[in-house]
């Protein structure tokens, strides 16, 4: 493969299917290549990712690599400089073709497998088949303390939210003290967690750092304050018939009516003396570093009509 141009890795002119696996070595193994999928003719991308945050690998990929190999239900990171995978369950109707762009020229390898006519089945769940696997993106967008972020806004369409990765930086890991709200159907806000590390299943900060299991990971913890993390809700299915928004924060603090603040009614901000004690204004708190984050949400999504 030649470094800045795209490569056509796979190509499908049959239907309907959907993909089951797909292996990456060589140059393609990288934190900076991006994959891109067209689906169903589309020309445009259907679903386009950088390699590394597709794995749920944020923040610093040569800090991942200290912890390979590491295998997890739905992807993982077998060699160094290979054995890079996912099952992300993919459908298309009568075509598909899978490209990647690299920074480095030279040889890769790639293994995709699937099924061909057979119901598209996803953790026990069979979809419907008008269903689609979407991708929402927020790259390198910069948050002042306290300010919220949209990571997906899906409306006039049924689905499942399926997988969330979060790649923040700032200049100390208070922002973490934040809540992940969602609006289902229009109903009022949810939380679903009562800060950052509860959703991804760990505790005060990733105080242990990394791990990576099949319902969540920690992939990336850089000091002072910079951290890549992933979360699967097969388990715990968040789905929807109409609409869908998932929120998050820098921080929390007290917020607007319609976002509803965190379950504990007040913000949970660090004091001075860097205890976790909550505080019902923002008058003696010291409020969270401006980060700089990146979000990827994974919605499988369908019309049931």
Not at 27 to 49: A, C, K, M, N, Q
Not at 212 to 220: I, N, R
Not at 227 to 236: E, L, P, S
Request: hydrophobic letters at 35%; aromatic letters at 16%.
């Amino acid at each position: 493969v030649t470094a800045g141009r795209e490569a056509t890795l796979y190509e499908i002119k049959d239907g309907p299917g959907y993909f089951t696996e797909m292996w990456f070595t060589g140059v393609l193994d990288d934190p900076h290549t991006v994959v891109r999928l067209y689906v169903d003719g589309d020309s445009d991308p259907s679903i386009e990712f950088n390699l590394y945050l597709a794995h749920g690998i944020g923040c610093n990929g040569s800090v991942e690599a200290q912890h390979t190999p590491w295998d997890a239900k739905h992807f993982g990171h077998l060699a160094t400089r290979g054995g890079l995978y996912n099952k992300y369950r993919i459908p298309f109707q009568f075509s598909a073709r899978v490209t990647a762009t690299t920074v480095s020229s030279g040889y890769f390898w790639f293994i995709t497998r699937g099924l061909l006519n057979a119901p598209l089945v996803v953790e026990g769940f069979t979809l419907p088949s008008n269903t689609k696997l979407k991708l929402y993106k927020q790259e390198n967008v910069f948050l002042k303390a306290l300010d919220f972020l949209t990571m997906a806004e899906v409306n006039g369409t049924g689905g499942w939210l399926y997988q969330i990765t979060l790649s923040a930086s700032g200049s100390d890991y208070t922002y973490l003290e934040a809540c992940f709200r969602v609006t289902i159907d229009g109903t009022p806000v949810q939380f679903l967690s009562s800060g950052t590390e509860d959703m991804f299943l760990s505790a005060y900060y990733f105080n242990r750092r990394y791990f990576m299991s099949d319902s969540a990971g920690l992939t990336c913890k850089v000091d002072p304050g910079s951290i890549g993390a992933y979360k699967f809700f097969d388990a715990d299915p968040v789905v929807f018939s109409k609409s869908l928004t998932l929120l998050w924060r820098c921080g929390e603090g007290p917020a607007p009516e319609q976002y509803g603040n965190c379950p504990n009614h007040a913000a949970s901000v660090l004091f001075g003396d860097n205890s976790h004690q909550h505080y019902a204004s923002a008058k003696d708190a010291i409020l969270p570093p401006d980060i700089n984050v990146t979000t990827y949400t994974w919605i499988y999504e369908y019309n049931r009509n």
